[in-house]
């Protein structure tokens, strides 16, 4: 990370801003929610908030490339250094009225997020990380998580389904939040609102490696359900889905309970 400072990283959060309040202006905007694909709900605005950030981001780091969950492929063939970009995370929540939804970006050097940041619009929140230098919400330092009796599970669902379910009731989950955006939900168990998030459906790169950098500052758990670390290399999708926890005890519980619900 010898070329970038943390004024860099500062301007970056400030553009992430920026953005977050375009894509709220958007919402009253008819044609900016026009589909383009109804399979993914890609949005003219997804497509508006990826010029928008490869516009910025290329002007502030000349040369470095841009990888987007916009782009029409994405090669295996990953440059060293790039900026991995999700300009709209959680389309679904922002097209139907919802806070659900976020923007975000990291910076990676040789497979590994050295940089993060998670701005959601609608709440205010904007979450950051720097490898070695802790994570933050709103500039404020996030503190090291701990383990705990509550065990507070995250899903996009009004009321917990399938596997999330069946999981809450393995592990004798405490209580329940609904949230839309998979970096959003991810940076709730970081900050301490939650405890535990499971997908088991594919997961992509750019929706959680914002979030992987502020886990590892905080102490969180990224895996994969096999319990393998998350590997920001290769391909970009991971189909087996992804786990975040607050501490290696509950992951280890969660990842238990996964292999016996589905191994009946």
Known sequence: MTELRHADFDSVVEIMQELGTQIVVWGDDESAKTLHSK????TDADRRAHNFLNEKLAALFPGTPIVSEEDVTHSDMRPERYWLI???DG???WYEGFDGFVTQAAYIEKAEPLFGVIHSPITGCTWTAVRGDGGRLNGKRLPRLRPSQRLVVIDNTPEPRGITAELMKQISATGYRESGSLGLKSALVADGSVDLFVKRVAVRDWDIASAAVLLREVGGCLALPSGMPFI?????????????ARDPALLGLALNAIADIEST
Request: net charge neutral.
């Open 86 to 88: 999700d300009p709209i």
């Open 91 to 93: 389309t679904a929540s």
């Open 39 to 42: 399979r993914e709900f890609k």
């Open 232 to 244: 920001f290399d290769g391909q970009f999708t991971k189909t087996s889905g992804v786990v975040v």
